[in-house]
């Protein structure tokens, strides 16, 4: 069945099977193939495309139950399931527009009886899918990234190609309402077989029409509804959702406003307390605004609305509002369109986010830090093999070398260094002779970590350390980053291999470079050197097959984030633009910041925030936006990192998880519900929650009790060499904007307040203009006045 824009088929049991957009070279199949999953031994048909589940009265019903009864029309397919008090419909309609796909669900009540729906969700399986091989084509171009909006009356899903090559998919509802979208993940993970590549899998989604969760179930989550509904004797209620084609972000909103009456919103993910914060919406020309307010909770837990209504100003259909934030904590901001029907956003509220660092670093240093007469003496809880672990001590670190210096916090971590570090990686503290600490092998990406850790202990004074001179410490690294980096220097073959993987080493071996040129160790200088600009040309010489995409996981942003930063910092440009559009299609665009994450779904079995890999993946995109200006990447780079820092934020109230001041949480469920753990759905927590859940989990962790923090750190530190300290300014239609700050318009000019906990720098590339404070001074505010910035009515910069 087709029409112009759409090929598509419907199985005998009702799913629709196959989804092809008909000017795509590649044919992707949009909807998951139930091929595939038979291929590849996973048996999750009934999560194919189309089927539902429904609790009716207390009575289960699902669509496996039956054949349904399907007719055909012309372009139109109709899809017909036949309980005995209810009827569910379903209809795929190409006839309606030449370029759209018209998805409409009907429910009947066949009885005179008022029913009561408990729970009603429909899987809506797009081809979301990490295969298992190392086909680059197929991981990039016949894959796709799901990003939901949800609000009451203009949901829609964005389904990005994960290449970024158009068209991608988008899904705009146009009748009824969709509580949620929910995920369900299947997977293989073959990490401890010594296999490299070693982990596939995929996630299902379902649209959640009721309910979505198990019976009496409660959680925080006060933004999205869980309710269900009545259906009144013999009446019906229909959901309906268009299909169309799109090119890019602004495509995917324009047409959701031009062919469905959604309007577009022009939002920060963020706003700081007390500073001024600006929201932009625009409706069709059919609309007018009718009401504006926002919801939030109050510090005891109660929930407030707050009218802004009067607040907004407008010309012709574009509104516009200069807010101020009191309460920090999530806020849901919602529009009222001709009196009948709601959109809305979601943003977080946070305090200054120098307080929340500086009180991590602390808990690190004054809670996690195990002491000379522990069990396990001078190592940071929890104890882990993996290096991503040491994270927090290069957190630590930073904090203390851009704040004030606590000469306690400093010498912990180098005890650390010296006493638990070297001892354990290493054999003999040898750091030719690492230590299998993963049974028969060893990962070289720990190394990166440890390296990093060492660098940045080197950059203290002589007079704060106690163990070694800084320049002992600049050696260290330099030793542990060559045995990273080498794979000469490794055994088996899986070492080699690892080694020319790129990592997290890109966003600090410039700084180590430099500083081993500065202090005259040549050799170590040259021998990095030589090494870095191979790993560099090598990816970039690779970059057209995808290659640093795979790293131990078939196709994995750990690979293809560092790639792109690494070749725009050494200016491989066509390298960079290359995996650039990898970055930006894995991270979301959505009505709700949360949804705003890169996706590393297996961390969390769902649709999620990570805070490590995730945050490194923000810092690859902002490298690429300094060196190409492209500002798709700055506005991705500042979405995504503000989801991370929603792992760290201790006065979140939409979570279960409630952290104390300095506790993190690595981990964030976006999905809700969260299928094959439903007490996950829009939480926070660690990776080893799912210890419980048996498999490979027993082994990586040894209780479900271990804290949810283990492998962070290592994603602020790279936040605070980018957004921590700088502030961007871009023009767009003559419209002067920011990135990670607030704008105010003055007689003096436009006041750029930053949202840089150590606000140092400012930029702005579209008219060359930039300011760098003097040894490192805070500078929370500049003036932007007769095209130069400006502070105490000063020219300070303009290159």
């Known amino acids: 069945m087709e029409n112009k824009q759409f090929r598509l088929q419907v199985s005998p049991c009702g799913n629709l099977t196959n989804l092809v957009l008909k000017e795509d070279i590649h044919k992707m199949n949009w909807v998951m193939d139930s091929s595939y999953l038979e291929d590849s031994g996973y048996d999750e048909k009934e999560k194919l495309f189309g089927n539902f589940y429904l609790k009716m009265d207390g009575k289960i019903l699902t669509s496996t139950d039956m054949i349904p009864t399907i007719t055909e029309e012309d372009i139109q397919a109709t899809v017909t399931y036949v309980f005995e008090q209810i009827e569910v419909i379903m209809k795929y309609d190409l006839s309606q527009s030449e370029d759209r796909l018209v998805w409409n669900i009907t429910m009947k009540n066949r009885t005179a009886k008022e029913l009561n729906i408990t729970d009603f969700a429909i899987w809506s399986s797009f081809s979301y899918l990490m295969y298992r091989n190392n086909d680059l084509n197929l991981q990039t171009n016949h894959s796709a990234t799901i990003f939901p909006s949800i609000s009451k009356h203009y949901s829609k899903l964005a389904c990005v190609r ?130 504006a307010y926002i919801d939030y909770l109050d510090a005891s837990g109660k929930g407030k609305r707050k009218n802004i209504f009067r607040k907004m100003n407008h010309k012709e259909n574009s509104y516009y509002a200069d807010l101020i934030f009191t309460t920090p904590g999530e806020h849901r901001i919602i529009i009222e369109i001709n009196n009948e029907k709601y959109d809305s956003v979601i943003l977080n509220v946070m305090e200054p986010i120098r307080k929340t660092i500086e009180n991590r670093s602390h808990y690190i240093s004054d809670v996690l830090f195990n002491g000379q007469n522990s069990d396990v003496p001078y190592s940071y809880s929890p104890i882990s093999k993996q290096g991503e ?107 080699k291999e690892e080694a020319e993987m790129l990592g997290v080493f890109f966003l600090y071996i410039d700084d180590l470079m430099a500083e081993l040129k500065r202090r005259r160790l040549i050799d170590k200088y040259n021998e990095i050197s030589s090494l870095w600009s191979k790993i560099a040309q090598k990816v970039a010489n690779d970059s057209i097959t995808y290659k640093a995409a795979v790293t131990e996981h078939f196709f994995d942003n750990a690979g293809f984030g560092p790639a792109a930063g690494a070749l725009a910092s050494t200016h491989h440009i066509e390298g960079a633009k290359k995996y650039g559009e990898l ?217």
């Not at 959901?239 to 469905?260: L, M, R, V």
């Not at 920060?268 to 069709?284: G, M, R, V």
């Not at 940045?456 to 410490?473: C, K, V």
Request: aromatic letters at 16%.
């Open 583 to 799: 970055v930006l299609a894995n991270i979301g665009f959505s009505n709700d910041f949360r949804a705003q994450s890169p996706d590393r779904w297996w961390e969390a079995l769902s649709y999620m925030i990570h805070s490590l890999w995730g945050g490194v993946t923000a810092a690859a995109c902002l490298k690429v936006y300094e060196e190409l200006h492209d500002t798709r990447y700055l506005k991705s780079a500042y979405r995504a990192t503000i989801g991370i820092l929603y792992c760290y934020d201790t006065n979140a109230k939409a979570t279960d998880t409630k952290l104390m001041t300095g506790e993190a949480a690595s981990t964030y469920s976006i999905a809700g519900p969260h299928i094959n753990r439903p007490d996950l759905s829009r939480n926070r927590f660690g990776q080893s929650t799912f210890y419980r859940d048996g498999g490979i989990f027993t082994r990586l962790f040894t209780k479900e009790e271990e804290t949810a923090d283990w492998d962070m750190g290592e994603e602020l530190v790279a936040y605070l060499d980018g957004f921590g300290k700088k502030t961007f300014l871009f023009e767009e239609s003559g419209i002067v904007s920011v990135v990670n700050g607030s704008i105010e318009e003055t007689n003096e000019g436009l006041l750029i307040t930053s949202y840089a906990p150590y606000p140092t720098e400012y930029h702005f590339y579209d008219r060359n203009l930039h300011f760098i404070s003097n040894n490192g001074e805070c500078i929370p505010q500049l003036l932007l006045a007769d095209g130069e910035f400006k502070l105490n009515k000063e020219v300070l910069t303009k290159e």
């Open 389 to 495: 672990s040491l994270g927090k001590l290069s957190l630590v670190l930073k904090n203390n070398l851009l704040g004030h210096t606590n000469v306690k916090e400093v010498q912990k971590v180098e005890a650390s260094c010296v006493n638990y570090i070297r001892q354990k990686w290493f054999k003999n503290g040898d750091f030719t002779n690492p230590s299998y600490l993963y049974g028969d092998f060893y990962r070289c990406m720990d190394f990166e970590y440890i390296a990093h850790v060492f660098y940045l202990l080197s950059q203290f004074e002589e007079n704060i350390l106690q163990y070694h001179h800084p320049d002992t410490y600049l050696a260290w690294a330099a030793d542990v980053f060559s045995l990273r980096v080498n794979p000469d220097l490794h055994h088996k073959l899986r070492g």
């Open 162 to 291: 994960r290449s970024n090559e158009a068209p991608h998919l988008g899904m705009y509802q146009t009748k009824g309402h969709t509580l949620s979208v929910g995920t369900y993940c299947a997977y293989t993970n073959r990490f401890f077989e010594s296999v490299s590549p070693s982990l596939d899998g995929m996630l299902f989604h379902q649209l959640i029409l009721a309910g979505g969760y198990p019976k009496d179930f409660v959680n925080a989550d006060w933004l999205y509804e869980k309710k269900g509904f009545t259906l009144s004797g013999l009446s019906e209620k229909e959901w309906e959702y268009a299909f169309q084609s799109f090119e890019n972000q602004n495509d995917f909103y324009d047409i959701g406003q031009k062919n469905y009456g959604h309007p577009i919103f022009d939002f920060e993910p963020l706003a700081i307390i007390d500073q001024h914060y600006k929201l932009a919406f625009k409706l069709s020309k059919n609309q007018y605004l009718t009401d």
